[in-house]
């Protein structure tokens, strides 16, 4: 922590002031080795491991650190499907997420929605063998009364009692209390995997309970791990993104945030109440999030003066460290010999699980005549996506209960890879030819499971309108308006195969990018049909999706468990296997099955992948034109929608 940065002290205060550095890291998603395992090449921009020069480097510049996780750490990539699926873990076996984090010696651990993806018992013992305190205050293997009379999951908090030098140099008696939360709708979204075994309670009731048992057991600084993104303001039970009120809980004193893979301090978070980007503070409370994948690493430097025998914050900086700037904006500093480098062990770490993974993804399974990517999805136009529907409605179709047999079977999949907070890499893209287990795993990113539900007409249609709400509003005779709306999520955008209809954007949405309905009076989705004929809204259709959706993630109409008509405990993506392997030659169908109706004097921008400029012919109707790249690397296109 610079000098610069800290308020001048007199001599005396100094006996009494630690500079303590806390560092997180949060939703590596597995990105362990920097590697991009969809496109079989490197990536350097993510992975722990690279991460872990930041970290050495983080704490040779000041005496007293701590670093923790932030959650989502256990699937993102084929080396957690690999280590979940195709390995397995025994009893005593060591995960290596978990060796990683042993070598890096993390402080303290939270549990993320995502841990829960492979089931409790994949999770339990991937945590076994953790040389940290794995906390969470809020995931309970049964709710009593109160939330602390309910049996936890693992400890809801953990007292960290470190010995720290003051700016002199003299040792003292520091006692860091640290607890984690994480979404409540874990119980939707991991329904099947978890009913009866776990309950999770709102994070702000969780934590508003604990922190005073800290505090007494005798906690002098009190950090949150809160794997949940900045949202509302205002509290409301079981909210997922929670840090705002997280933050004004009296006794919190750090809140370290995760979750919605944002970087903060941010531009992003400008002008929302509370919230400080220029002090890195929510609530008065110095905070940060440090984007995924490895991508950043969070560093919170505080100064603490003791008082009257009391510890407090008197002074902070916050700051995000890329990867990608890493070279530039860190220069090397000598290595302190008390804290050995802890890097090229987990480099060792990392390559061997590497190694393993890459054998097991270059596996071919199959051919495809076209190539198959998602650059265009959001014109409806993407094999990757018609792929997935099919995959999913054959699969649906040959085991469904006979007593729905006469019911017409449609399939809504969203895309895994669309660009947003990924980056300009971060679409599907297989080329014509061999198809390997690795291009499965770019197809679909997550271990989503096979699921249908039973829906009216009225309830598909607006289901469309949920996923309608992506676009912006478009405006009559305006040029190069940005066709996307930032803030709605890709994997929320779901397209419908089995149907026709068209897209008018003149129109407001009737959700907002979260799924709350703005006004029911408006609407986008235009001349809706099914088989030719105009779609009835009393009829019933069986939709085929995934449980993570079908549970109700995303919010979208009729997406709740009572609609649920089929579970299987058969991963997307292994359906997806054998749907390849069944075929000497793939044939995809995949014409677009909505269009953007005209918009009389109207170009829109879209930004998608570089890749894409081999493929403009699929969007030829709305006559693309290339303007070249933004500064995040996307290539834009102008498109008319005259």
Known sequence: MGQEKLRFMPVADVRQTVDLRILETTDLHVHLHPYDYYADCPNPDFGLSRLAELVDRARAETGN????????????????????????????????????????????????????????????????????????????????????????????YSLLRRQVSDRIGLMHDLCIGVLGVAPPQIMTWERQQLQGQLDVRDMVESVSAWVPEMREAGADLVVLLAHTGIGPLRHTHGMENAVIPLARIDGVDIVLSGHTHQVFPSRAFADIPSVDIERGTIAGKPAVMSGFFGSHLGVIDLSLQREGGVWRVMNHHVETRALRDAAMNFPQVAADRSQPMRSPKVRKIVERAHDAVLA???????????????????????????????????????????????????????????????????????????????????????????????????????????????????????????????????????????????????????????????????????????????????????????????????????????????????????????????????????????????????????????????????????????????????????????
């Open 65 to 156: 650190t701590l670093l923790f996780d932030n959650g989502d750490f256990l699937q993102g990539t084929p080396v957690g499907d690999f280590f979940a699926y195709d390995m397995g873990l025994r009893e005593g076996d060591l995960h290596p997420v978990m060796a990683a984090m042993n070598a890096m010696r993390y402080d303290a651990i939270t549990i993320g929605n995502h841990e829960f993806n492979y089931g409790l018992a994949f999770l339990e013992k991937s945590l076994a063998r953790a040389e940290f305190p794995v906390v969470s205050s809020n995931i309970a293997r049964g709710l009593r009364a109160t939330p602390r009379a309910d049996r936890m999951l693992v400890k809801p």
């Open 360 to 642: 097991s993804i270059r596996q071919p399974i199959g051919q495809s005549d076209v190539p198959i990517n998602s650059f265009f999805v959001y014109l409806g136009q993407s094999a990757a996506t018609a792929l997935v529907a099919q995959a999913q409605k054959g699969f649906v179709a040959s085991r469904m209960d006979p007593s729905l047999k006469d019911l017409p079977i449609l399939s809504a999949v969203s895309p895994s890879k669309a660009g947003g907070l990924g980056g300009a890499r971060n679409y599907t893209n297989i080329a014509a030819g061999q198809l390997t287990l690795r291009s499965m795993a770019d197809l679909y990113v997550y271990p989503n499971k096979v699921a249908a539900s039973r829906l009216t007409g009225a309830q598909i249609a607006l289901w469309l309108e949920r996923s309608a709400s992506a676009f912006n509003q478009i405006q009559p005779d305006m040029q190069d308006q940005p066709l996307m709306n930032p803030a709605f999520p890709g994997y929320n955008f779901e397209i419908i195969y089995g149907l026709d209809y068209e897209i008018d954007l003149t129109q407001p949405a009737r959700f907002s990018y979260d799924g709350a309905e703005i006004d029911p009076a408006h609407s986008r989705i235009r001349n809706l049909q099914y088989k030719g004929a105009p779609l009835d809204a009393e009829a019933e259709f069986i939709l085929c999706t995934n449980n993570f959706r079908a549970q109700g993630a995303g919010g979208f109409p009729g997406a709740v468990p009572d609609t649920i008509c089929f579970e299987n405990p058969a991963i997307v993506r292994d359906v997806l296997r054998e749907h390849v392997e069944a075929q000497d030659t793939l044939h995809i169908d995949a014409d677009a099955p909505f269009r953007l109706l005209p918009v009389a004097g109207a170009s829109v921008m879209l930004r998608t992948a570089p890749a894409a400029l081999d493929h403009l012919r699929l969007i030829a109707d709305y006559a693309p034109e290339v303007i070249g790249a933004d500064k995040n690397g996307f290539l834009r296109l102008r498109l008319s929608l005259e």
